[in-house]
Each structure stands twice: as structure tokens, then as C-alpha cells.
T-cell receptor
Framework: GIQVEQSPPDLILQEGANSTLRCNFS?????LQWFHQNPWGQLINLFY???GTKQNGRLSATTVATERYSLLYISSSQTTDSGVYFC???????????FGDGTTLTVKP | GAVVSQHPSWVICKSGTSVKIECRSL??????MFWYRQFPKQSLMLMAT?????????EQGVEKDKFLINHASLTLSTLTVTSAHPEDSSFYIC???????????FGPGTRLTVT
């Protein structure tokens, strides 16, 4: 099956700093989503981005499908950005997603 | 829009009993729902794909007789953990697709503890 690698596994930032999270995948995909899992376990949809670039406030994402990677940018980080960020990809027609291992972000005040 | 609910949010049960978890899409119709399992500090692992009106498709290594999935309507899927054991303790999360769209929306999860 498809392999998904996220880096870095852990990231500690000071409030106000910027960061870039990376997701590499081993095959072409139909779907790619970025999620934020908050401390209570809820997965929050950030971006549906199989290709191209999107922005939503302080967050933006870029997927270069031909080179099989996606980047999530977080600018002016806040303590509420802390949590685990997952990349999930789907290369089937069944809509089944494979998750990366996540990046654990800690933003310190 | 695109809200998915799960009930209960947490449950404690005794070994040998069964537990049912409900997953509902509140403002859209979900022909396909997915059930995931997550252990502490690990990623999500897909357990099964649930299609409305048909049998669920289980991932390799998932016991279908232990984890019973029923997708009775376009807004409701249930996961029943039968004869639960302590090793079944985990965080169970469902997701749903809005029609034929690829994007998935996740429920808040159910934390199961088997004593």
C-alpha cells in the first residue's frame, strides 16, 4: 500500500514563530487532507488539497502531486495551534485514507 | 456544515460485555463511513469501510466477528465491540464522506476502557 511519511515528528516553537510541516507519499493520490487533532482527540479538517495551493488565515498548504509531497505552513503560531497534525492520503477509488504518523507541535507562550 | 457526531464520547465496560458506538452525519448524507482506531501517541488505523445498505469491508487483521459494523441509513453507522477485552481499550473514531466527495469529516471519537 501507499506509504506516508511526515516530518518532523516533533516540533517546539515559541509563540509567534512560523513553521513548515512536510508530508511525503509514495504513489500518486486522488485525495490529500491535512488535519489538526486537538488535545481532546477531535480531528479538525484544515485542508483538502490533492494539488495546488490553498490558504486559510494563518495556515496555508501546497501539494506538488508530481513530486509526491505536501507542505503545511503555519505562520505567527499561537498556543492554540498545539496538537498533532496529520496528513492523510487516498490513492484508491474507495475513499480509504492512509494516515501519516503525524507531527506533534508544541507552541510555548 | 459537515458535522459528524459520535455517541458515547467515553465508555467503561467490563470484560466480556458488548459495547455499541454510534456515528451520525448531522447535516449531510453519508453513503460511506469509516471506522478508525487510535492507540495513545499513535496514528489512526483504518478498521473498516461502511457502506449504506451493504456489508462492511474490513481491513486485513481486523476481526469482523468482534467488531460488528452496521450502516442502516444514510446518516447512521454503528460499531459494536463484542465480548470486549482489555486489549480492545482504545480511541475509536468514525468519519463520513459527503456523497461522492473525497473529503472526509471526523467525529469527536469514543474512548473505550475495558476493565
Amino acid at each position: 500500500g501507499i506509504q506516508v511519511e511526515q516530518s518532523p515528528p516533533d516540533l517546539i516553537l515559541q509563540e509567534g514563530a512560523n513553521s513548515t510541516l512536510r508530508c511525503n507519499f509514495s504513489d500518486s493520490v486522488n485525495n490529500l487532507q491535512w488535519f489538526h487533532q486537538n488535545p481532546w482527540g477531535q480531528l479538525i479538517n484544515l485542508f483538502y488539497i490533492p494539488s495546488g495551493t490553498k490558504q486559510n488565515g494563518r495556515l496555508s498548504a501546497t501539494t506538488v502531486a508530481t513530486e509526491r509531497y505536501s507542505l503545511l505552513y503555519i505562520s505567527s503560531s499561537q498556543t492554540t495551534d498545539s496538537g498533532v497534525y496529520f496528513c492523510a492520503v487516498d490513492n484508491t477509488n474507495a475513499g480509504k485514507s492512509t494516515f501519516g504518523d503525524g507531527t506533534t507541535l508544541t507552541v510555548k507562550p | 456544515g459537515a458535522v459528524v457526531s459520535q455517541h458515547p464520547s467515553w465508555v467503561i465496560c467490563k470484560s466480556g460485555t458488548s459495547v455499541k458506538i454510534e456515528c451520525r452525519s448531522l447535516d449531510f448524507q453519508a453513503t460511506t463511513m469509516f471506522w478508525y482506531r487510535q492507540f495513545p501517541k499513535q496514528s489512526l488505523m483504518l478498521m473498516a469501510t461502511s457502506n449504506e445498505g451493504s456489508k462492511a469491508t474490513y481491513e486485513q487483521g481486523v476481526e469482523k466477528d468482534k467488531f460488528l459494523i452496521n450502516h442502516a441509513s444514510l446518516t447512521l453507522s454503528t460499531l459494536t465491540v463484542t465480548s470486549a477485552h482489555p486489549e480492545d481499550s482504545s480511541f475509536y473514531i468514525c468519519s463520513a464522506r459527503d456523497g461522492l466527495a473525497y473529503e472526509q469529516y471526523f467525529g469527536p471519537g469514543t474512548r473505550l476502557t475495558v476493565t
